[in-house]
Nanobody, 119 residues
């Protein structure tokens, strides 16, 4: 198990950028696949992006492709989500999640960080 703490959320104008961080405590962060999810008010939690243990493989939701970039620094036990060209539809609570490569579902979650994009 790892504990995850997100940071970097806030209020930004449309067209702006934010970088979210996800700090992991615990052992062997490099053994965990990492992902970002988001949940807007009144909606279900949606997948945003995923990155493999080494960082060599990434996937994105169609709605964020070419605007968001997921990355990680295993030496710092930290994952990142760089968000560019933000629009009001990106307003949501953003969560990072992690799972061991051998586990099918994400079973380690952070508390989330709020991102609000004003028009």
């Amino acid at each position: 198990q790892v504990q995850l703490v997100e940071s970097g959320g806030g209020l930004v104008q449309a067209g702006g950028s934010l970088r979210l961080s996800c700090l992991s405590s615990g052992r062997a962060f490099s053994s965990y696949t990492m992902a970002w999810f988001r949940q807007a008010p009144g909606k279900e939690r949606d997948f945003v992006a995923h990155i493999s243990q080494s960082g060599g493989t990434t996937t994105y939701a169609d709605s964020v492709k070419r605007r968001f970039t997921i990355s990680r620094d295993n030496a710092k036990n930290t994952g990142y989500l760089q968000m560019n060209s933000l629009n009001p539809e990106d307003t949501a609570f953003y969560y990072c999640a992690a799972r061991l490569w051998s586990v099918a579902t994400y079973n380690n979650w952070g508390q989330g960080t709020q991102v609000t994009v004003s028009s």
